[in-house]
């Protein structure tokens, strides 16, 4: 019987001190994670790269059933939108006639005026994995990866507007940080004033924008575009339009179809990358 | 050595991970963007709860850390947080039913919830004076409150579909017993 307890109590000692190390351990995670933590993401993107293949037997079939349940929801508003779709193509056909009568004027003034225009902006397409799986975190896995050449803080459009930029590439899969995720700050245009604001994420789906001063000029209705300020995104890609809220705040109505992400593309940009060039002599960097 | 008591614990230890993995993948599902007013609850957190209140000698503190490494990398958390302070909450309530023995479900409730509350507000404690961004406290509260409130339904679940259930009086030794092989 003293036999029997001395070994519970030697039991008892050991499982505490691995529970102590245990905790111990995960501290020495979060303390790691926290002091370096690019290196810390890029760590997690490598682990996801591994992880997220694993759950593709039952994510698979899962995204599968809920395109289904989405499908026959859409039946139902088919008819709805097919009247509206109607109408609204009537008024595109003369806005499409508008529009072909600017582009010929447009080039034939900027062949005038010898305008050097961008090198064409290049895509490429992936498929949404999964979500960030917490409510708290608005962010999508792509299965692009570095292998695909994807560079950090590209952006990342749907079929209609600006959804967000990468955020952590691995080498198989990369992170897009949606624009209406609390951390997500986009440098933006507002036409046709052409004031330049900040869009904040604020975990709402009509993100607030930021303004310095002469509010007064910008309207609701007003395009906004990226400005390419900072060199990490593209220019003028369309980001949505702006609205007031109720509190007289000024937000932006997303043109990216938040509710159906499902292809997006990601914008190659030529950025300026410090991050690449990792102390080599940089020897020619000007191109032209 | 195989004998019915480990094929049982493997068992047990398989259908934790196979839950796990389900609620994971469920969140990671790429379709809620625009639902955002539903919150996922603490669901991991919960099932862990339920199970060791019911059958504390039969979930191992190691598989409890491996799932929640995993869900801390999936879910994008600040690596190791939320694992090293639920680690703590599991340990003293595994601690608890050890030694007192079977707990009413009015008192269940009552500790789970404490628990959680005490936690939560720990670790925004933490992310505050490490400088980490962390969410609104009004969501972090309706999370809060909506776990609290599914908590029945998971015990539910883990009662009548995955049988993990109270163990019987005569247990009470063979519990001592089998602490050691946690």
Same mark, same amino acid.
């Given at each position: 019987m003293n036999e029997r307890k001395r070994k519970d109590d030697y039991g008892r000692i050991i499982r505490s001190i691995t529970i102590a190390l245990l905790v111990f351990f995960s501290f020495f995670t979060f303390i790691l994670w926290k002091i370096d933590n690019p290196r810390a993401e890029r760590v997690r993107m490598a682990a996801l790269d591994k992880l997220i293949p694993n759950f593709e037997w039952i994510l698979g079939p899962l995204r599968g059933l809920s395109s289904v349940s989405e499908g026959i929801g859409s039946y139902s508003t088919l008819v709805k939108e097919n009247r509206e779709l109607r109408l609204k193509l009537q008024k595109m056909r003369n806005w499409r006639e508008a529009a072909i009568r600017l582009e010929e004027e447009n080039s034939q003034l900027l062949d005038l005026n010898n305008v050097r225009v961008n090198p064409s902006l290049k895509y490429i397409t992936g498929l949404v994995? @999964?979500?960030?799986? @917490?409510?708290?975190r608005r962010s999508l896995l792509l299965n692009i990866g570095a292998f695909d050449g994807i560079k950090e803080g590209w952006a990342v459009v749907d079929s209609s507007g600006l959804v967000g930029r990468i955020f952590g590439v691995g080498e198989k899969l990369s992170r897009v940080v949606l624009l +209406?995720?609390?951390s997500s700050r986009i440098p933006i245009k507002i036409e046709p004033s052409g004031k330049k604001a900040l869009l904040v994420g604020d #975990? @709402?789906?009509?993100p607030p924008i930021e303004i310095v $001063? #002469? +509010? $007064?000029v910008v309207r609701s209705g007003d395009r906004v575009v990226t400005s390419g300020d900072g060199k990490i995104l593209p220019s003028d890609v369309l980001v949505g339009h702006v609205i007031r809220d109720a509190d007289q705040r000024l937000r932006v109505k997303l043109v990216a179809n938040y509710g159906r992400l499902k292809f997006l593309k990601v914008i190659k940009t030529q950025t300026f990358d410090s991050s690449d060039v990792q102390g080599e002599v940089i020897i020619n960097t000007g191109t032209d | 050595m195989i004998n019915f008591q480990n094929i049982q614990s493997w068992a047990y230890y398989i259908k934790y991970l196979m839950i796990c993995f389900i609620i994971l993948s469920l969140q990671l599902l790429p379709m809620k963007i625009v639902h955002q007013e539903v919150l996922w609850p603490n669901l991991i957190y919960l099932i862990t709860v339920a199970w060791l209140v019911r059958?504390?000698?039969?979930?191992p503190v190691i598989l409890i850390l491996f799932v929640h490494i995993i869900s801390d990398i999936l879910l994008l958390m600040p690596l190791g947080l939320w694992s090293a302070l639920s680690l703590m909450g599991y340990e003293f309530l595994r601690w608890r039913s050890l030694s007192q023995g079977r707990l009413k479900l009015g008192q269940e409730l009552l500790l789970i919830n404490i628990v959680l509350i005490l936690l939560t507000f720990v670790q925004i404690g933490i992310e505050f004076i490490f400088k980490i961004k962390s969410p609104p406290i009004g969501m972090i509260l309706l999370q809060l409150t909506f776990s609290l409130l599914i908590y029945p339904i998971v015990i539910f679940v883990l009662h009548s579909i995955l049988r993990v259930r109270h163990s019987e009086r005569s247990e009470t030794v063979t519990r001592v017993k089998s602490m050691e092989n946690i």
């Amino acid at each position: 019987m003293n036999e029997r307890k001395r070994k519970d109590d030697y039991g008892r000692i050991i499982r505490s001190i691995t529970i102590a190390l245990l905790v111990f351990f995960s501290f020495f995670t979060f303390i790691l994670w926290k002091i370096d933590n690019p290196r810390a993401e890029r760590v997690r993107m490598a682990a996801l790269d591994k992880l997220i293949p694993n759950f593709e037997w039952i994510l698979g079939p899962l995204r599968g059933l809920s395109s289904v349940s989405e499908g026959i929801g859409s039946y139902s508003t088919l008819v709805k939108e097919n009247r509206e779709l109607r109408l609204k193509l009537q008024k595109m056909r003369n806005w499409r006639e508008a529009a072909i009568r600017l582009e010929e004027e447009n080039s034939q003034l900027l062949d005038l005026n010898n305008v050097r225009v961008n090198p064409s902006l290049k895509y490429i397409t992936g498929l949404v994995l @999964s979500d960030s799986g @917490s409510s708290f975190r608005r962010s999508l896995l792509l299965n692009i990866g570095a292998f695909d050449g994807i560079k950090e803080g590209w952006a990342v459009v749907d079929s209609s507007g600006l959804v967000g930029r990468i955020f952590g590439v691995g080498e198989k899969l990369s992170r897009v940080v949606l624009l +209406i995720d609390s951390s997500s700050r986009i440098p933006i245009k507002i036409e046709p004033s052409g004031k330049k604001a900040l869009l904040v994420g604020d #975990n @709402s789906l009509r993100p607030p924008i930021e303004i310095v $001063e #002469n +509010i $007064e000029v910008v309207r609701s209705g007003d395009r906004v575009v990226t400005s390419g300020d900072g060199k990490i995104l593209p220019s003028d890609v369309l980001v949505g339009h702006v609205i007031r809220d109720a509190d007289q705040r000024l937000r932006v109505k997303l043109v990216a179809n938040y509710g159906r992400l499902k292809f997006l593309k990601v914008i190659k940009t030529q950025t300026f990358d410090s991050s690449d060039v990792q102390g080599e002599v940089i020897i020619n960097t000007g191109t032209d | 050595m195989i004998n019915f008591q480990n094929i049982q614990s493997w068992a047990y230890y398989i259908k934790y991970l196979m839950i796990c993995f389900i609620i994971l993948s469920l969140q990671l599902l790429p379709m809620k963007i625009v639902h955002q007013e539903v919150l996922w609850p603490n669901l991991i957190y919960l099932i862990t709860v339920a199970w060791l209140v019911r059958k504390p000698s039969h979930l191992p503190v190691i598989l409890i850390l491996f799932v929640h490494i995993i869900s801390d990398i999936l879910l994008l958390m600040p690596l190791g947080l939320w694992s090293a302070l639920s680690l703590m909450g599991y340990e003293f309530l595994r601690w608890r039913s050890l030694s007192q023995g079977r707990l009413k479900l009015g008192q269940e409730l009552l500790l789970i919830n404490i628990v959680l509350i005490l936690l939560t507000f720990v670790q925004i404690g933490i992310e505050f004076i490490f400088k980490i961004k962390s969410p609104p406290i009004g969501m972090i509260l309706l999370q809060l409150t909506f776990s609290l409130l599914i908590y029945p339904i998971v015990i539910f679940v883990l009662h009548s579909i995955l049988r993990v259930r109270h163990s019987e009086r005569s247990e009470t030794v063979t519990r001592v017993k089998s602490m050691e092989n946690i």
